[in-house]
């Protein structure tokens, strides 16, 4: 079965932490991208990749950080930098990055600030 | 740059009601439009998209938007809704000379249907 998975389902970080949420998929897409969902919000892009070896910035990286080593493998890192970090991140992907692409989401990681 | 205004954050309805769950958007060029569905703490799923073509576009589970161009709408539509529709909704607009980084969200309307 195809799809996308995303690991953990909670986590949960200590002040001056660095956490790392994992996002694989196995449908054989180029294009990969990372999410933040807050309450009442829409979904703000963090991180997108279009091919393995190169990420861009989306409108709200600071204090994130990626890496696509491998096609299927698109982990993000919420480092201590992110003064705010609670919220649900959403990891996608698609088959390339042209904008009339359908995005395939994972069940997301819901993070928590002890 | 694109936006995108969902008109209502919640909905109630009752069951077997009919239900319009409105979406506006901005942009000065052609648009692709889209429709999400995301079910309590899941991701989201797409319902339907519109890229060309019929202005009707039909979806998964019943929901059918109408691409309205002089209005710049996609309004979805169910015309009976089962409790298990219950879930928040997403509009959502990317440039279609542009790639999918710039697909941008509306921030949500919740339907709730009611027995």
């Known amino acids: 079965d195809g799809g996308i998975t995303q690991s953990p389902k909670y986590l949960f970080r200590k002040e001056g932490q660095n956490v790392t949420l994992s996002c694989e998929q196995n449908?054989?897409?180029?294009?990969m991208y990372w999410y933040r969902q807050d309450p009442g919000q829409g979904l703000r892009l963090i991180y997108y990749?279009?091919?393995?070896?190169?990420?861009q910035k989306g409108d709200i990286a600071e204090g994130y950080s990626v890496s696509r080593e491998k096609k299927e493998s698109f982990p993000l890192t919420v480092t201590s930098a992110q003064k705010n970090p609670t919220a649900f991140y959403l990891c996608a992907s698609s088959i390339d990055s042209g904008s009339s692409e359908t995005q395939y989401f994972g069940p997301g990681t819901r993070l928590l600030v002890l | 740059a694109q936006s995108v205004t969902q008109l209502d954050s919640q909905v109630p309805v009752f069951e077997e009601a009919p239900v319009e769950l409105r979406c506006n958007y901005s942009s000065s060029v052609s648009v692709y439009l889209f429709w999400y569905v995301q079910y309590p703490n899941q991701g989201l799923q797409l319902l339907l998209k519109y890229l060309s073509g019929s202005t009707l576009v039909k979806g998964i589970n019943g929901f059918e938007a109408e691409f309205n161009k002089s209005q710049t709408s996609f309004h979805l539509r169910k015309p009976s809704v089962h409790i298990s529709d219950t879930a928040e909704y997403f509009c959502?607009?990317?440039?279609?000379?542009?790639?999918?980084?710039?697909?941008?969200f509306g921030s949500g309307t919740q339907l709730t249907v009611l027995p």
């Open positions: 990749s279009q091919i393995v070896n190169d990420f």
């Open positions: 449908l054989n897409h180029d294009a």
């Open positions: 959502a607009v990317s440039v279609s000379s542009g790639s999918a980084r710039q697909l941008t």
